[in-house]
């Protein structure tokens, strides 16, 4: 069965603080992998994507990694700020037969609380 | 701003009724996906369209359905509903249908079933 398990469920930490969020899948056969933010009451916004053979990507502060022997991913938040404080959700694509048929597993989400 | 706009923002009504969600996607994205987000749960894929036609089903009830219109726009059709089915439903637009591809989620609507 198609799993996507994030860890820690929540993290508090202080502004300026760097964290890492993890992500372990059992999807396949795997396509890409999405990490995404969704603050409080809103839709999720995409922070990257990841194919089979990217290991790093950055977006600003945020870099996510790959692993796809190991089927982990995480998220690493530098310098963190308040307006970080969001729920951070990993995203698994299976692709069945070609690239228009796939099917997308969401993790539960970490919640991030950045305090002052 | 996505994009992506969903109306309305906020529903309440009573178990047993019928209420359809609207979504318009960004311009030019053939591709429209709904989600629904329960307190409990993570975000759960109901139902892709695709330039009008579905493309792929989630855990989509049967009380559930949805279409795709030709000027792009979907609704979702929430009927005989549940104290259950309360919880934010999302919709997302991608210019494809294929998997790599970005999609870019509105800012839900909030159902209540009292």
């Known amino acids: 069965k198609n799993q996507v398990e994030q860890s820690p469920q929540s993290l508090i930490i202080l502004e300026g603080k760097n964290c890492t969020l993890q992500?372990?899948?059992?999807?396949?056969?795997?396509?890409?992998l999405r990490w995404y933010k969704q603050d409080t009451g809103r839709g999720p916004v995409s922070l990257t994507i990841?194919?089979?053979?990217?290991n790093t990507k950055s977006n600003g502060r945020y870099t996510a990694t790959l692993d796809a022997d190991t089927k982990q991913s995480s998220l690493h938040i530098t310098a963190s700020q308040l307006s970080d404080s969001a729920s951070y959700i990993c995203?698994?694509?299976?692709?069945?037969?070609?690239?228009?048929?796939?099917?997308?597993?969401f993790g539960k989400g970490t919640l991030l609380t950045v305090n002052p | 701003d996505s994009g992506v706009t969903q109306t309305p923002k906020h529903l309440i009504t009573a178990t047993g009724q019928r209420v359809t969600l609207r979504c318009s996607p960004r311009?030019?994205?053939?591709?429209v996906y709904w989600y629904q987000q329960s307190l409990d749960q993570g975000l759960q894929f109901l139902i892709q369209?695709?330039?009008?036609?579905?493309?792929a089903k989630g855990n989509i009830l049967e009380r559930f359905s949805a279409q795709q219109f030709p000027d792009l726009h979907s609704e979702l059709n929430l009927s005989s509903l549940e104290l259950g089915d309360s919880a934010l439903y999302f919709c997302?637009?991608?210019?494809?249908?294929?998997?790599?591809?970005?999609?870019?989620f509105g800012q839900g609507t909030r159902l209540t079933v009292v």
């Open positions: 997302a637009s991608s210019g494809t249908g294929w998997s790599h591809a970005e999609a870019f």
């Open positions: 992500c372990n899948y059992t999807v396949s056969p795997f396509s890409n």
């Open positions: 990841m194919t089979f053979s990217e």
């Open positions: 995203v698994v694509s299976a692709e069945r037969s070609g690239g228009s048929n796939y099917k997308l597993t």
């Open positions: 311009s030019g994205d053939l591709s």
């Open positions: 369209y695709y330039n009008g036609e579905e493309r």
